[in-house]
């Protein structure tokens, strides 16, 4: 880190820093791009990942918070970037053109806080209707129900989007652009559709069957968690976090709780912990078991999903013993976990490792040899590890394309340190490889079980926890490995018993948003292929 | 007339009493025995085949998921052929959050479901908001959107919950006259009146 800190301050002396959670540069907008620039291209520094732009309002200024990776040295660091401008028009230079995925985030920050990317190509509103009032996630937003009406006009579409250029006297001009080229044949899929998995919708400029271009529309399900947690206290947030990605529950709660946990420096019993990896675990299952339930009823193989649930509703009756849901558990807590163990949670989980090697040669031997789902997913949709990190493709999607980004094992949390299992790459990088990755992942979750299921400790399931928390002043970041990908938490307070801001890095965001990139050129048939394969939760991009 | 479905006795069903107004409805508008005796046989076929619109938002919309599986079964039931066009459906099962920008798309696919045409509101977010009511982007509840027939609580609804949901929507059916029902939440001129016609006057 103090090499990183020696350099930067070398090539840009205006950069201050910062040690906190992560070293935190702060610098002057004018700068920012270049700074991007030596980040990502110095084979020192290498920050070639960006994991995701927080967007901030402190009152007095605007500006967002850049998280970067290095894959090669697995660093991370955060650069602060203060807007110029007035809180009419702030702005900040785009980095869009360095890393893929940031065009889509910067779109969400201007969503949120209206800061405007000198030099995005697509600076529209993401989830948001054109014709919304306010930057919702400001401070000073109103909230007037009065002001923003439930609408029940279909929403105003335009065809074309916008572009903020410097021209050569330092001046901001913006440019309107076509979203596709004119004349382009444009078919409409979603949001209401079955092959969508969700409320998402593509418009697909088509040139006969070949997809030109697909401009993914979101926010059909934008339900604005991040400024509902800043309402509520942080025992209050933690629920939210069942509803995001709903296979995801454990992890995302794990995340969140790991992430007050650290600012507010509670110790979590040995036991809780190792029950919390569990739960990780069997949820990993039961979600790769939905995935391809889903994923082969989209290529036709409607009885694979029959298949599937069977073992998932073996893992969801575990879960409901122990929770007392389904689905939405609410299980894990700050310091621990809310309940203790089921008395047949040993049993049940044996009982479950047994039957799953079974079910899994069953599935493979139905659907994974077959001839015509070889010949659908084998190759198309195929994306490289550059690609990969590029556009922030983590989980069972990016290990398909050969990037090995798996937080249990770059940066383990709990208990994922004493366990033995393997993290499973593929290098094709295409549909079949992102399929396999998640079948053999499955395999590997079941390993992590069976070696802790046994060696369960007795104790305490809950730190003592104060019933007001509050939390001390400063920033703090936290990644899991949820069941699609990297997750993340960012939590900013200011002292008080409720969070200043709460952002939730999703990693189905960037699978959407690859979508295009994936697609460009092949069939309409293999866009339900890729969709598919990439295994996106519609709630968990939008919110 | 005790109204069941399912060879369930009539003691087991809970809330009777809206049920109940409802047969007193339908004796009391009086019906001759051939009408009465025919829409008997119309009532008990469709309340035996309602199929479902594929809608699912978010959350309970995996637990209809899971409805449609072995373990749950709805095929029992007659409502296993989930539809994936509005057009071939007789509900919507309204499984998850309606925001702002779904609320228009919600509302069209309810107009272009045929007659007769029936909603359930499924968990939480769908009858009021749920967990997100404080949310400046979710609609309270789809009540302001579209009528509902039968509400569902829960987040989200067991599928024994969906089931029983469904069961009471298909009682509901059967009490209905033919030619324009009793228990339809939306009333032909009322509906006449919100879509106006250009060049067509209502009133008359």
Partial sequence: ?543 | MEVTTKSMPYDAWKDNEYIEKLVKELQDSGTNVIIGSLDHLINWGRSNSIWPLTFATSCCGIEFVSLGAARFDMARFGWEVARASPRQADFIMVAGTIVHRMAPVLRRLYDQLAEPKYVIACGGCAISGGPFRKSYHVAMGIEDIIPVDVFVPGCPPRPEAMIYGIMQLSRKIKVEKFFGGVNRQEKQEEFLKSHPIEGIDDAK
């Fill in chain 1, 1 to 543: 880190m103090a090499n990183i800190q020696e350099k930067i301050a070398k090539l840009f002396p205006e950069a201050s820093f910062e040690e906190a959670d992560t070293l935190t540069i702060t610098i002057p907008d004018a700068k920012w791009h270049d700074l991007a620039k030596t980040l990502r291209d110095d084979a020192e520094l290498a920050f070639d990942y960006l994991v995701t732009i927080v967007g901030m309002d402190w009152k007095d200024s605007l500006g967002c918070i850049y998280y970067l990776d290095s894959t090669k040295h697995n660093t991370h660091i955060a650069v602060k970037v203060i807007a110029t401008g007035d809180r009419e028009t702030p702005y900040i230079h785009s980095i869009s053109d360095l890393y893929a995925i940031g065009c889509i985030y910067e779109r969400e920050v201007y969503d949120f806080f209206g800061i405007i990317f000198i030099g995005n190509p697509d600076m529209r509103r993401l989830f948001l209707s054109i014709d919304w009032k306010g930057f919702p996630l400001r401070k000073d937003y109103d909230m007037d129900p009065n002001i923003n009406p439930v609408p029940l006009e279909s929403e105003r579409q335009s065809d074309f989007t916008q572009m903020y250029v410097e021209d050569a006297d330092g001046k901001i001009v913006k440019e309107e652009k076509r979203v596709f080229v004119e004349n382009d044949f444009v078919v409409n899929i979603g949001p209401q559709h079955p092959a969508t998995h969700g409320v998402l919708r593509f418009r697909t400029a088509v040139d006969g069957e070949t997809i030109k271009k697909i401009d993914v529309y979101m926010g059909y399900i934008h339900r604005g968690v991040e400024k509902i947690c800043e309402m509520d206290t942080y025992f209050q947030t933690l629920h939210f976090m069942d509803r995001l990605d709903y296979f995801s529950a454990h992890p995302y709660h794990h995340c969140l709780c790991m992430c007050i946990e650290k600012a507010a420096n509670i110790e979590v019993p040995r036991r809780a912990q190792v029950i919390r990896v569990i739960m990780d675990e069997l949820s990993r299952i039961a979600s790769h078991c939905l995935f391809i339930g889903t994923f082969c009823m989209d290529l036709g193989a409607t009885t694979m999903l029959f298949y599937t649930l069977r073992v998932r509703e073996q893992i969801l009756d575990i879960m409901d013993k122990t929770c007392g849901a389904r689905m939405t558990f609410n299980y894990e807590t700050i310091g621990g976990v809310i309940a203790d163990l089921d008395p047949d949670f040993v049993k049940d989980v044996k009982a479950l490792l047994e039957v799953l090697p079974k079910n899994i040669k069953e599935y493979n031997k139905l659907f994974t040899g077959n001839v015509i789902t070889r010949n659908r997913m084998e190759g198309v949709g195929v994306l490289s590890r550059e690609d990969a990190i590029s556009w922030a493709i983590t989980g069972p999607s990016g290990r398909g394309s050969g990037w090995a980004c798996d937080i249990r094992k770059t940066a383990p949390y709990a208990v994922y340190d004493e366990v033995e299992f393997d993290e499973v790459v593929r290098t094709e990088g295409d549909s079949m490889a992102r399929f396999k990755v998640r079948m053999d992942e499955m395999e590997q979750s079941a390993r992590i079980i069976a070696q802790l299921i046994d060696k369960i400790p007795e104790g305490d399931i809950q730190a003592k926890v104060p019933k007001v928390l509050r939390l001390p002043e400063g920033r703090w970041y936290q990644t899991v490995e949820g069941c699609r990908g990297a997750f993340g938490i960012y939590i900013e307070s200011d002292g008080g018993t409720s969070p200043y801001r709460l952002k939730i890095a999703p990693p189905c965001l960037p699978l959407a948003a690859v979508v295009d990139h994936l697609t460009e050129g092949s069939k309409i048939a293999d866009l339900i292929t890729i969709g598919g394969s990439l295994d996106y939760i519609v709630p968990d991009m939008d919110r």
